[in-house]
């Protein structure tokens, strides 16, 4: 079993709708939580941690929930540049190593 | 304010050949990471380095090392390349390497071994 997983895609979905990510983690001593975006051919870059108060970000919440070890991202009013990978990400007890999941790719249409 | 860099950006090389990746973090930041991203995937951790110490290592096998210079510099030596090897390095930068810090990552390295 993975240690991230995510549903890889694609979701297909018109400019302005909602899209919702979901990732499960099966390490239960995984202490922090980041959703990084990955435009194609480039580096990751991070779109925002993860708490599980939630938080939100513009048109993006995220939501941590220990108890059932998932992460979602939720985007509102999806805009042609969000296309690209949203990769779900979770550390490792010790020392800083990400532990990614395979990514979901988002691709908004006209 | 430049942000992590690294060098080369494309490399092809030959089954059973050596290849050397470079780093720059980004000024200040003492901790480098490398990950190695294979196409479809998400990326994957080699090493961690903070104040020239191996602080972590993941999976991979001895073909793989890398060091850190005094300057925080990185350098990802593979030896031995195998097809399978070809993929996109990444080096990632944070201050100081804590566990909540964010990762700044650099544009890649391709490497393409025929």
């Known amino acids: 079993r993975k240690e991230v997983e995510q549903d890889p895609g694609p979701f297909n979905v018109p400019e302005g709708a909602t899209v919702a990510f979901n990732c499960t983690y099966s390490?239960?001593?995984?202490?922090?939580f980041f959703w990084y975006r990955q435009d194609c051919r480039k580096e990751p870059k991070l779109l925002m941690s993860?708490?599980?108060s939630g938080n939100e970000d513009g048109r993006f919440t995220a939501q941590l929930n220990r108890a059932s070890q998932y992460i979602s991202l939720l985007i509102r009013d999806s805009k042609l540049s969000d296309s690209a990978t949203y990769l779900c990400?979770?550390?490792?007890?010790?020392?800083?190593?990400?532990?990614f999941g395979t990514g979901t790719r988002l691709l908004v249409s006209p | 304010d430049a942000g992590v860099t690294q060098s080369p950006t494309h490399l092809i090389k030959t089954r059973g050949q050596h290849v050397t990746l470079r780093c720059s973090p980004i000024?200040?930041?003492?901790?480098v990471s490398w990950y190695q991203q294979v196409l479809g995937q998400g990326p994957q951790f080699i090493f961690q380095?903070?104040?020239?110490?191996?602080?972590g290592r993941g999976n991979f096998p001895d073909r793989f090392s890398a060091r850190q210079f005094p300057n925080y510099s990185s350098e990802l030596n593979v030896n031995a390349l195998l097809l399978g090897d070809s993929a996109l390095y990444l080096c990632?930068?944070?201050?100081?390497?804590?566990?909540?810090?964010?990762?700044?990552f650099g544009p890649g390295t391709r490497l393409l071994v025929l």
């Open positions: 993860v708490y599980s």
């Open positions: 000024s200040g930041h003492k901790s």
């Open positions: 990400v979770v550390t490792s007890t010790g020392f800083q190593k990400l532990v």
């Open positions: 990632a930068s944070s201050l100081a390497g804590g566990l909540g810090e964010t990762q700044y």
């Open positions: 380095y903070y104040e020239k110490e191996e602080r």
């Open positions: 390490n239960s001593a995984s202490q922090s």
